[in-house]
């Protein structure tokens, strides 16, 4: 009898021990606070209920008095749903292919919700991402706005570069051109980036909206066309989607959004010269403009044009759909990237 209450007594003993320390590996692995994968797997290499008696024991009383508080207040942060045993489970999903990435959603139902101040306003079609880079959420428009504010930096840098040449005479810097040229070449890709990043961006909040809507919301209120319009993204155009998802999805009436005569009608022609790139010049099947010649013409007027718009355009849908004043949080790398840029100029001028 005595024999079986003390091998009852180790087994929950190493059973608690083991999970603390699955816990612990997973909330340190989103912290970010490994270099390897070694330390992070260490828990399962661990025969836990053959460890000696004193060993097994300390590391009880050590969960007890304290692992068990901090795996609580780790939780209690970034969790709304998930304790400790959550996290020893979740340990065993990350622990085969050395990482986890999976749709919000698909975690949440999984293994438990995420607090939403966790989440920063990233919006509900993000994936759960957790790696040696910590836990990290993964979604278009966030790497897209970020794409767009390294191509502004890349403008930034080139225009700084080139900026001594502009003043010089064609006589002396003609044999110059290794210094110059190079910077030329970024700065033209990066105003050509800039612009086609630009439409990705609205693109990509544009469908992510439709598809939160659709996933939380019931359709059949909607006539089959806007039904058809929110699900079918990949059938509908840029165009239709600012012209309709956020009165669809708002439920409110149509008003003018800031930005969108600008986007649509003077920068659309530059983008579309990029997209479908051509020799052949067809005025009269692009609504009167020489395609090509957009092509040619596309410049840093047109870049901040784009930009500047396609903030816009994204801050007045934002309020339509949520109510609330300025773009979304991921918006912020670019709107850091044009102070940046603002205050270079200030200081070249002064």
Known sequence: ?????????????SAVVESADKAVAVGRLMLGEFSDWAEFCRPSTVDYSALPRRQLKSGYADVQHRLKAEIKKFCEKNFVSLDSEGLASLYEDILPTRGLEMPLHEFERKHGKINPEALKGAPPHLTVSISLWGLKFRFPEDLIAKDIAAALQLTRIAQQTLRPFHSLPQSSISERTSEF???????????RATVLSCFNLLEAYLNGLAWDYCRSNSLEHLSKRKAKLLQDTASASIRDKVDNYPWIISGKAEVPLEGRTEFLEQVKPFRDSLVHPSPFTAPEKFGGYQKLQKFYELDEG???????????????????VTGLEGFPEWCKPINDEIDQAVKQDQLTSA
Not at 1 to 13: A, F, S
Not at 181 to 191: G, H
């Open 1 to 13: 009898m005595n024999l079986r209450v003390r091998i009852t007594g180790r087994h929950k003993e």
């Open 302 to 320: 047109v870049m901040k044009l784009a930009v500047v718009s396609c903030l816009s355009l994204i801050a007045s849908i934002n309020h339509v």
């Open 181 to 191: 040229v190079p910077s030329i070449r970024n700065l033209e890709f990066a105003q």
